[in-house]
């Protein structure tokens, strides 16, 4: 779109002056052209500025007197003293006695008067009067030349009886003028877009925003505000804050400086959650901008991130029918479970790797009346000491070298209206368990940094091995913290004491598998499920899970299963290297001997798997599918 400039000449040949210009510009401007003198000009300046005018160019006097008038900028014609020593020259030949109008005094016009043997008198003015009063006393002072720079100063001369003689100036003059039109009118333009954008981003906030200047005054208030507070932005702009609304400390922080951040403010029957932050240019204050939101549209907006991050993965996938339980033991685990579920007691889970403590605790989530909120876990064992503080209680913007712009929220906050499962519980180091201890008893978390508090409302369900009482044994564990986790508490019994599901637990897993690996579903032979039965399964129902992989993946039909099922079981006690043994041997009776064969094996393993990892013990208890407890208790044993 083309540029809009207005020129405002005195005299008629500026107008052809300003179309020879023009015609040498790439991106040629529009110009808009008309007559006007001082006073005169004012409202053809602003006729011209309702056509789109951009910038307007007039000669000095004239652009002096619009500036005060008209919203653009205007450029003046700034006349050079070459320029004028050329009117005196032409002046002196009417008369030696000269009189110059102009905005400012001329300098250099002593040399001026030596070297043209002239007397120049000059007729300073800011408006027409001044212009009018100044001539009419050079002329009875004597001045029988006038020289000025436009058709008005020479017309009104020849009125009074002196000669009126005009100052002229070149296309260079005229085209340092239209370039600074131009470089004003492309900067206007950057400047309405950046201002144009700002404002749409300032109205679309959904934050309710109040600027107040260093006189407590409003000087900006946007939608969001006005939709909060039920009043209209042009009835708020130009009033004290304090008149407005005196619930808001707008004004304290305009006085001490300091921020205030999250502070809940009452204003009728409205709650809002606002922060105040200080304006400061150098080192001076100049305003104070506040921020807020309804406490009622953060409550909204926290259920809808609770419910995104369900969907992106907080979310519990097991329920209670995930468990098979043909024996007395598990059923009576299900039906506490149930129970267990409609309270919001922190719940304890105690059982061997495998068991199935984190199905369980989803499934008690599942159960629970908190089931549409998050359910988050983590393993305590997997994270060194100080980042499992701070993915458990978050961390606020410079807690620490490295710590993200804004902070971060800890589980403890995204578990919010939901259950956190704090896994591996016993590997907790002292130090964070107590601070894990009030978190129990208060039911509020501070972030690593931080200096407010955050209440939480979780369902807490912790889970742990039977490393758990010796930790309390060896005071690793504080007592305290074990009482508060332990309000409700299940014993998740080994696969080994609860036998009677191995046959169903069997079949499902390896019905599952034979799926997920796309093959065609048959039952395991009843051969198959006795030696099963044989199996101490260290490991558990994991350990169980493997066995099954390699069952449906290997074999793919009955007689597959019959024939490989001993190598099978054999390849299955290497790889999980603990206290168990095939079906008795009735070969031997040296227990003894097989025991140091088997710890010595498990040793071997140990340690080349710790090798592998790099004696990275939490990597080498992932890959041996145990935790790190057992890990460091096998070194110290082996």
Known sequence: MKIIIGLIYSFSTQVEMAKLVTAKFQNRPELLFDYGILDDAI????????EGAETIIAMGGTAKVLEEHVSVPVIPIRVGILDIIKAV???????????????????????????????????????????LYGLTKAVQDGCEVIIGKSKL?????????????????????????????????????????????????????????IVIDKNASITRFNLAASNILKCQP??????????????????????????????????????ILIDYTPIILGKKIIGVVSTFRQASEIQKMDSKIRKALREKGFKAQYAIDHFVANSPRMKDIIKEARQYAQVDLTTL???????????????????SPRRRGPFVAINCSVLPDNLLESELFGYDEGAFTGARKGGKPGL?????????????????????????????????????GGAHIIPVDVKIIAAANQDIFHDLEEKRFRLDLYYRLN???????????????????????????????SKKPFS???????????????????????????????????????????????????????????????????????????????????????????????????????????????????
């Open 43 to 50: 409202p053809v300046a602003k006729k011209m500025v309702a």
């Open 89 to 131: 020259e032409l002046a002196r030949k009417f008369s030696p006695k000269i009189a110059i109008t102009s905005e400012i005094p001329v300098k250099g016009i002593d040399l001026i008067e030596k070297l043209y043997e002239v007397t120049v008198k000059q007729i300073i003015f800011t408006d027409k009067n001044d212009f």
């Open 153 to 209: 100063a020479v017309e009104l001369a020849e009125q009074y009886g002196a000669k009126g003689v005009l100052v002229t100036y070149d296309l260079d003059i005229l085209g340092e003028a239209m370039h600074e039109a131009i470089r004003m009118a492309v900067l206007r333009r950057r400047e309405k877009e950046q201002y144009i954008l700002l404002e749409t981003i300032f109205d679309n906030l959904s934050e309710g925003i």
């Open 234 to 271: 042009k009835e708020m702009i130009g009033s004290r804050i304090s008149e407005q609304f005196a619930a808001l400390k707008m004004e304290d922080v305009l006085q001490n400086q300091i921020p205030i951040n999250n502070e809940l403010v009452t204003i009728g029957d409205l709650q």
């Open 349 to 367: 889970l105690i059982g061997e790797t495998g068991t199935g403590k984190e199905v369980l605790a989803q499934s008690i989530h599942n159960l």
């Open 412 to 448: 403890f906050e995204l578990a919010q209206h939901g259950t956190i499962l704090l896994d591996e519980i016993n590997t907790i180091p002292l130090k964070l368990q107590a601070k894990l201890l009030r978190v129990l008893q208060e039911r509020e978390v501070m972030r690593v």
């Open 487 to 517: 309000q409700l508490c299940i014993n998740l019994p080994r696969l080994q004491d609860r036998k009677e599901d191995i046959p169903e637990l069997a079949q499902v897993i390896f019905a599952d598998l034979r799926k997920k690996f």
């Open 524 to 638: 395991l032979p009843s051969a198959c499920i006795k030696r099963l039965h044989e199996i101490p399964w260290q490991g558990n129902v994991r350990e169980l899970q493997n066995f099954m992989g390699r069952l449906a993946l290997l074999c793919e039909n009955e007689k597959d299963i019959v024939e490989n099922i001993d190598k099978i079981i054999s390849e299955n006690q290497l790889y999980y290297h603990f206290k168990q043994t095939t079906a008795p041997d009735p070969s031997t009776n040296n227990d003894n001997h097989k025991k140091n064969l088997l710890e010595e094996h498990e040793k071997s393993i140990i340690q080349s798997t710790l090798e592998e990892c790099n004696h990275n013990i939490s990597k080498t208890a992932r890959r041996l599918g145990v935790s790190r407890t057992t890990i460091y208790r096998k070194i110290n044993k082996l």
